[in-house]
Every structure is written in C-alpha cells, then in structure tokens.
C-alpha cells in the first residue's frame, strides 16, 4: 500500500506551495511541515516581508520563475492553480506527488460529507444545509478550510466545491448536490464542456445525488444515471414521481416533499424566488439527516448571506443592495429578476470571458440606468449600450458617487457586477465591504 501523502509530510519530506490563496495559506499553519523544506510558488510576486521570519521557508520561486527548479517531493496546490504546465508534467513525470487542501482532507475524512456545487446559489445552499444538519461542519470555500476542519467536533461536513477543485480531484461524498450549470470561469477553464464535465464529476463520484430538474444539463444526467433527490419549481410532483425516493416541488401553498406540504410560504422568511429554491435544494441535500421542526426553524429565521443581493438601507423608499458575489452575466441577470424592481445598476470588475450580451433584455427590463466601472467597463458598454442608459466610469467609488445622485429616479440601488473584483479588490467580500461603507458614508454626512 502506497504511503501516504501526509505520512510523508510528517517524515520530513520536501514540500512546495504552488500559490498562496486561503487553503495554502491555511495548510501552512495546519500540516506538521518542521521536519520539512519549504518552497513557495506564485504565478504573481510574493511579498516576502510577509514570510520573511518563517525559518521552514527555504526558497522562493515566483513571477515567470515560479516553476523554476521543481525538485520538491510533494507539490501543493491552490485551486486557482491550472496544472497543465510542460515543467509541471516533467516534474510528475519524475514522481514529484501533486496534491491539494481538498485531497489532503479526503485522505484523513472519516465522516460523511455532503457536498454541494453549481454556477449560483451554492455558497447559500452550503449554508442552509448545514443549519439543517445542526451538528456539522461548514467547509471549502465558505467557512473553514478543510484540513484545518480535520478533529473538530462535528457529525459530517457540509462543503461548498468550486469547478477549480474538481477539475482534478474526485471527491467521494455522501450525498452531493449541483445547483445549477450555466457559462462561468471560462477565463480559468479552456471551455464550457470542461467547466461541465468538473461540475458533473462531483454528482458521479457521489454515493447519492440531488438533482435541479429545471436545469437542462443536470436534468439530463439525471435521465441517465438517476438520483436520490429531484428539485424542481417547474415541474409537479405527479410528473417527476418515478424518478428518485425524494422529490421537492412547490405549490401555491409553499415547499411540498413527495407531494405533501412541507413548508408553508409564510414561514420562509427569504422569500425570493431563488432563496426557496436554494432552500429547496438544501432540504433535499439533507434529507434522512433533518427533522420537519428544524426545516420549519432554518426556512422561518435564515435571511440570506452577506454580499448576495443583500439589503444594507432603505432611505427614502429607496433600497440599497450589495449583491458583489454577482461575477457572472447570469447571476445579474437571476438578480435582478428575482429582485423585480427599476433599478440604478452598477456594474463591471474582470472579464471571466463570458458574454456580457445575455445581460441585454433584463437590463433593458429593470435598470433605469448602468453605471459601469472597472477593467470590463468597455466591454459591459459594448454590449448593452443599446438596452438602456449607460455611464462610463473609472472606478467603484465614482460609480456610488453617481448612484446617490441619480437613486431618486428607481426603487433601488444595486450592485451586481457580472464580473470579477480581482481588478481593484481581493476578494467580491472586499468590495462589496467597500461599496456599503461608501454609501452609508455619504448618507450620513447629508
């Protein structure tokens, strides 16, 4: 039986940290690395006043050197991180082990993990699942990271998984779910058919899977394959009976499982229609697992997360939105949707590489005006200039600046990018931290 990886890293073996996102930055505190020699690798500089007193550091590759010299025993990887690099695959070649926080935790798990996926809505769904579990552990992208997790009280884990992760790693769980597929992170993966074919790995791998049948490309895999749980808002349950033990439906009433009424619309308190269907999914993910008391607790008393159409203030009948998770068309275009108001609309970031143009007839629907920022800001302009109002700015902060002036002509205030914030911000929480402070700011100085 082969060794394993963290036995090796126990015994003292060369390690190397190819990127220093939040699972690496993590692994650094958490594997017994003493006994190791330390490499860190960046695609981007590396600030060594941030790592200079680390003594197990021994080297430091980074910029266009970072696959300079790859002799380490073990390569650790951030998820960000493609590995189809001709220094990568020599090194493999010569049996240098590539591993990651996700595989490292698979190794030691003994726990059931319920894993959760999609294009939208899984950070929300993860969360929901969790509270219904009562007794687990949140992880991977939202929450703890996930060999950190390892020895912690808790009955299972809940996980939220990026494409990034499973575009390498095949991730056993218990019970998985996929919230939806549409066009995302075609900056990162070299076509849509990849980015599915990662997303779907996870429902293959799982024991048991739940399925969004008002998906075209999940519903599909369900045809073919089956699943444990069937979720649809479209569909009735009389139409999907025959197609897995655990069917979630809704009526005019509220949630139904099997047909029956489970939760009644009036104890949901988020009852936009992507919120019940996150809901929906997360009941699904856990069943078996939860009880009809807690399901009617988390639906009446969960209000959503920060950050994903999150309502900060209401002044003059006018509402103030940060929905910064917003980094692709689709999840503006489900927005503002679900939010269903005329809207001032501030939009722009990085490109994923995705077309701006599906964003053209919802914002012709609901924004009285686009304020567009950021690097996208041309190529957003290109593309739905024709739909609606359009202003160019340079930045975020001229952008709320022009928000406040022109706010008394909608019914709400909302930011929802469409794109990434890895332009100005580190992170989406980072700028959505950043607009709110802004306009709550300028408010309370008028």
């Known amino acids: 039986m082969c060794e394993s990886v963290l036995r090796r890293i126990e015994k003292g073996a060369k390690v190397g940290f190819f990127g220093l996102g939040k699972s690496n930055l993590s692994l650094l505190s958490h594997l017994p690395l003493d006994r190791c020699r330390i490499t860190l690798r960046s695609d981007k500089p590396i600030r060594r006043e941030n790592i200079s007193r680390d003594e197990r550091i021994e080297r430091i590759f980074d910029s266009s050197h970072a696959c300079d010299i790859i002799d380490e025993d073990i390569l650790v990887f951030s998820p960000s991180v493609r590995r189809e690099r001709p220094q990568l695959e020599v090194a493999r070649q010569h049996g240098v082990i590539f591993t990651c926080d996700l595989d490292l935790f698979l190794e030691k798990n003994e726990k059931p ?20 579990l009562g007794s687990s552990l949140l992880i991977g992208n939202i929450g703890t990271p996930m060999t950190a997790s390892l020895g912690k009280e808790c009955s299972a884990y809940v996980a939220e998984i990026s494409s990034f992760m499973l575009e390498y790693t095949n991730v056993p ?24 074919e990662a997303k779907l790995s996870l429902l293959r791998a799982a024991q048991e899977c739940v399925i969004n049948a008002d998906d075209e490309i999940c519903a599909e895999f369900a045809k073919k394959n089956g699943a444990f749980g069937i979720v649809s808002e479209k569909q009735t349950f009389d139409e999907l009976k025959d197609t897995a033990k655990v069917i979630l439906t809704r009526s005019e009433r509220g949630i139904l ?56 203030l209401e002044k003059d009948g006018i509402e103030y939105i940060n929905s910064s998770i917003d980094s692709s068309p689709a999840r503006t275009v489900a927005t503002l949707r679900s939010l269903n108001k005329r809207v001032i609309l501030l939009l722009g970031g990085r490109s994923k590489g995705l077309d701006y143009g599906e964003l053209c007839n919802t914002v012709r629907e609901y924004a009285e005006r686009a304020l567009i920022f950021g690097e996208s800001r041309e190529e957003i302009y290109s593309a739905i200039k024709n739909s609606t109002k359009c202003e160019l700015l340079d930045n975020i902060e001229e952008a709320a600046e022009r928000a406040l002036e022109l706010s008394m002509s909608a019914e709400a205030v909302i930011l929802s990018p469409a794109s990434t914030s890895y332009d100005a911000f580190s992170s989406f929480e980072e700028r959505g931290n950043y607009f709110k402070k802004m306009i709550l700011n300028s408010i309370n100085r008028t």
């Open 113 to 132: 993990l319920f894993a959760v996926s999609g294009s939208d809505g899984k950070s929300t769904t993860a969360t929901l699942a969790n509270l219904l």
């Open 173 to 196: 769980a218990h019970r998985a779910c996929i919230t939806n597929i549409t066009k995302n992170h075609l900056d990162w993966h070299r076509s849509f058919e990849e980015y599915i």
């Open 257 to 312: 499982e099997n047909g029956e009424l489970l939760v009644p619309y009036s104890d949901i308190r988020c009852k936009e229609s992507h919120n019940i269907k996150n809901l929906m999914m997360a009941i699904a993910l856990t069943d078996r697992h939860t009880n009809e008391e807690r399901i009617c607790e988390v639906a009446s008393s969960f209000s959503g997360l920060p950050h994903r159409c999150e309502k900060f």
